[in-house]
């Protein structure tokens, strides 16, 4: 519980620290004798870590929280899929289903980022910043690799295990009866089909 605490409480110092400093900038920019703000550390931090251009708070991106451009995402969803070996419609979809492109979502379970990894899953999975987008999505895409690997490639079962766990796939043999967990299932599964042009 400890983990989840810290997990979300230094998600909320971040973005406060940003807001804060993007208050800072304006404000400077506002003045006609204050010089041109630079890069802030915090967004040359972003651009390294997660391949995002690097952030400039006055071009018009600044937002309340650490979201991004949904087609900058949807690069890397598709650079984090190439690197597990796994469908980006499929990848995209669990991104949109689980975290709806939000890079700084937290669940009150405690579950992290795009693709809401819970801590301990993050760091099974060599994630040492579940915040950081680039990390999380690969991350995410890991799981749901091996999640493919364990169910013979049956998409409808890795996902159903990813909501609702491998053990409940197992024990039901096939989606667990949880409406939940259907839901989850169906919903992703549309979003798949209309990516892939089926019907």
């Given at each position: 519980m400890s983990i989840q605490l810290k997990g979300y409480e230094g998600s909320l110092r971040r973005v406060e620290e940003l807001m804060s400093r993007v208050k800072s900038i304006q404000g400077r920019a506002e003045s006609p004798t204050a010089p041109a703000p630079g890069p802030t550390p915090l967004a040359g931090a972003i651009g390294k870590s997660s391949g995002f251009a690097p952030f400039d708070p006055l071009s018009g991106q600044a937002t309340t929280s650490l979201s991004r451009p949904k087609e900058q995402l949807q690069a890397m969803i598709r650079e984090a899929a190439g690197k597990a070996g796994v469908d980006p419609s499929l990848l995209e979809s669990l991104v949109s289903a689980e975290s709806d492109f939000d890079p700084s979502c937290v669940s009150n379970k405690g579950a992290l980022g795009l693709t809401q990894l819970m801590p301990s899953t993050a760091r099974s999975l060599g994630v040492s910043d579940p915040m950081d987008p680039a990390q999380n999505l690969l991350g995410g895409a890991?799981?749901?690799?091996?999640?493919?690997?364990?169910?013979?490639?049956?998409?409808?079962?890795?996902?159903?295990?990813?909501?609702?766990?491998?053990?409940?796939?197992?024990?039901?043999?096939?989606?667990?009866?949880?409406?939940e967990t259907q839901n989850y299932v169906d919903r992703v599964m549309a979003r798949v089909r209309s990516l892939r042009g089926e019907p």
């Open positions: 890991k799981y749901l690799a091996g999640l493919l690997q364990r169910f013979n490639g049956d998409e409808r079962l890795a996902l159903a295990a990813y909501n609702a766990g491998p053990g409940a796939v197992n024990r039901f043999g096939g989606v667990p009866p949880y409406k």
